[in-house]
């Protein structure tokens, strides 16, 4: 994997923008075929779509040709909740991006058969051709998407519980009540996340730092979902000085030294 490290997250999340931005390009200068894109929510992405949005505006880049679909929602809750992440992803990126409504695919929590809405995912992200790239950010227990400690690594798009230490997290979107945090989820599986072509994680913040360091230069594990990238061909941790803190000196020079040498 490789590991670039910014100053601050306004950086990090810059450097996303123009990254997946520049990926589009590249596609939509040697096929017609669309850009599929996976998006998460939650903080991290935020500097990230804001950029993105911006780029849309002066029209250094377009959406009409991507998809995409985001990684998780919340069951049960009604989407024109402002913490569904319906309402999140229109909020902080769709309503401002020119990506046409048709393509756009987010989980529905509130389907009748949630099994059934999973199976169906999975399958429209076939019929689309599958991931170019998938963003992602990681939780302060290491899981990528709600794929939660002892989550399989082979997973795929499911129901699943969240945790206690998870609903205490969000519960700061809930009024910090994490009783008022669904219970369950809708998740892309990490296999979901790893069959992208690329996966970009990115990490902010001293709190994600020893999750960071672990699925950096620990074992990969069920314990900690996004250390599973450890096994992909072409993934990318995008993270600030804060959160690559706890890694290991020489692994911190490392990451720096292969960037460097890159640019040169
Ligand atoms: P955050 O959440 O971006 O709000 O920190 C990330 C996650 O839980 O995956």
Redesign the pocket.
């Known amino acids: 994997m490789k590991v670039i490290i910014r100053n601050n997250a306004k950086e990090g999340g810059v450097w996303a923008a123009h990254y997946i931005a520049s990926k589009i390009k590249e596609k939509a200068a040697v096929t017609d075929k669309p850009f599929v894109l996976g998006l998460?929510?939650?903080?991290?992405?935020l500097n990230t779509y804001a950029e993105l949005a911006r780029m849309v505006a002066a029209g250094e880049v377009s959406f009409k040709n991507v998809i995409t679909f985001n990684m998780d929602e919340y069951v049960g809750l009604p989407e024109e909740h402002p913490e569904s992440y319906h309402s999140f992803m229109h909020k902080n990126l769709f309503d401002h991006i020119d990506e046409p409504k048709e393509n756009i695919h987010i989980l529905n929590g509130n389907a009748p058969d949630l099994n059934a809405e999973c199976a169906a995912y999975e399958q429209a992200i076939v019929e689309a051709g599958g991931f170019d790239l998938f963003m992602?950010?990681?939780?302060?227990d290491g899981?990528?998407?709600f794929n939660e400690p002892f989550s399989p690594l082979e997973s795929r798009t499911r129901v699943v519980t969240l945790t206690q230490d998870?609903r205490e997290?969000?519960s700061r979107f809930f009024g910090g009540n994490p009783e008022a945090v669904p219970a369950q989820a809708m998740s892309v599986g990490v296999a979901t996340v790893l069959s992208a072509k690329e996966v970009l994680i990115l990490a902010f913040g001293s709190?994600?730092a020893r999750a960071l360091a672990s699925a950096i230069e620990g074992p990969m594990s069920h314990y900690n979902t996004v250390s599973a990238l450890q096994s992909h061909p072409a993934g990318i941790i995008v993270c600030d000085e804060a959160a690559i803190g706890e890694v290991k000196v020489n692994s911190y020079r490392y990451f720096k030294a292969v960037e460097a040498a890159e640019n040169r």
């Open positions: 998460p929510t939650g903080s991290t992405p992602g950010g990681i939780g302060e899981h990528i998407a998870t997290v969000n709190k994600k």
